[in-house]
């Protein structure tokens, strides 16, 4: 994987005035290689093995531009443009052969996916005497998506959609330092080329996956009312929250002839979520900074084409605790478990994960180097699912290899003034749909390691996060995090509450979903 950056900021001589442009090239290339036995009915013997050989190649390039200018005291404008370009070649080989090992090809293409995505958004924020802020903006997106396989045996397929996304963040700031925050806006989720690649996984051939390209992109509707206190040092924040999705993406399964399960993909009709979220951050010394979270909802899954539903509750708990140990080395530590997630057709199990960093800085905080261990007590992640329906069963474990180790060396150059407050900015591109059973997002790894710990104020990226509210610049534009801030209460998701605006997590997809080698029978998987 190869990413590079480019981030220029110009502060004017009136405060709180800037321009930046950012870009962002990421390139990542991947190969999977594997091979399946398949056995015979009672599992005594091997009958014949698959081969699958997968190549791919994900390039997204991103460019930006922002633009925020004071009125006064109390007032400020934002707007900005952006563009995202993807481009992914898969190409996907599978063999076959007799006990004897020697293959033969029985298919195979490449499969080239671009998709473009142009974005441009407005914000106004007032600031008024008896403490109320408000802020308001709209975000239009326009997405072409052109995707085509070299070997026309499956036709190609176009499609382009426009977007209109509001946002409005009410916050009043009570006495003692306490807020109370009211927010509503609109989210829309693409797609992700695990969705929608139409490419027949069958290294198992009785238990297949095709992807769906005529999916549509879902649209969430948050709506959150929150609450947050400062206690001495330490600070506590809780909310309550309602999320309608509208064409929600879930995994849908049938039964093709008397053995054979296919999986695929489609836009359901609606889900609902109804939670609460309580955040705390203790700071014990000057050294020793507690902080967790604990969300939890209930979902509701309605398909509008079958009389097919779904429902219950959803949890979440992080907890995160750092010492400075001094000299300029530091010891954080950071676990996360999340609950059984409710999908359309059964459920995908929950599972835990962790991991501690060590980090000295130097050359007066200029540069860090860092140690980092993830998940090393064991060497996977194991995650049970099941799914019930009226024509069949299925049980299945997904075991997820998440052992690693880092070391990691960053450094600043420049130089920092004291006239404006430091903004860190960079690329945030959280406009796909992550990757997961049943469309509940999933991913299974800690924040990255090796000692690169968040800015002051800053938490963690979080392995697993349900879809909240953003605002209107945020997704489509930078991310912003203060650099010299206390900490801050923490929404549903574990991020930053900042007058009611919330940036998103980055998310990464792979360039085409990696076909697991599974032993399976008829119709039940274990």
Known sequence: TVDVNFNFTHQFSKPQQELSF????????????????????????????????????NKETTVQLDYQNPIGKTQIIEFGAKQILRQVSSDYQTYKANSSNSYNAVGGNIFNYDQKVSAGYFSYTLSTPSKYSFKTGLRYEYTGVDAAFINAVKPAFNVSYGALVPSINISKKLASGNTLKLAYNRRIQRPSLQFLNPNVQAANPLNITVG????????????????????????LGVSAFVRNTNNSIQSVRDLL?????????????????YGMSVYSSINLSNKLTLNGSVDS?????????????NQGFVFNVRARGSYEIGNGLSFE??????????QLQGKQGGFGTYNLNLRKYINQKRGTIGLGAENFFGKSITVRNSLNTPTLSQSSTDVRNNLSFRVSFTYRIGKLTN?????????????????????????????QGG??????????????LPKTSTSVKDSVGTKKEETNQTVIPQDTTGKQIRDGVKPDQDAKQDSVPAQVPIKKSPIKQD
């Open 22 to 57: 950012l870009a962002l090239i990421s390139r990542n290339n991947r190969t999977n290689n594997f091979v399946n036995a398949i056995f015979n009915n009672d599992q005594s013997e091997i009958n014949n093995y698959l081969k699958n050989i997968n190549e791919s190649a």
């Open 212 to 235: 769906n390209p005529n999916l549509n992109p879902e649209y969430t509707n948050n709506l959150e009312l929150g609450y947050s206190t400062f206690i001495k040092n330490s600070s």
């Open 297 to 309: 909802y209930y979902a509701v899954l309605d398909n509008n084409l079958s009389n097919i539903s």
């Open 257 to 273: 002839g008397t053995d054979t399960i296919r999986t695929t993909f489609a836009n359901i009709g609606k889900e609902n979520a």
């Open 419 to 447: 006239t404006q407050t430091s903004k860190k900015k960079s690329v945030s591109n959280d406009d796909l749909k992550q990757s997961g059973e049943g469309g509940q997002e999933s991913g299974g790894s800690a924040p």
């Open 333 to 342: 530590g950071f676990g996360f478990y999340r609950g059984g997630q409710v």
């Open 451 to 464: 000692g690169q710990a968040p800015a002051e104020g800053q938490k963690p990226r979080l392995p697993i």
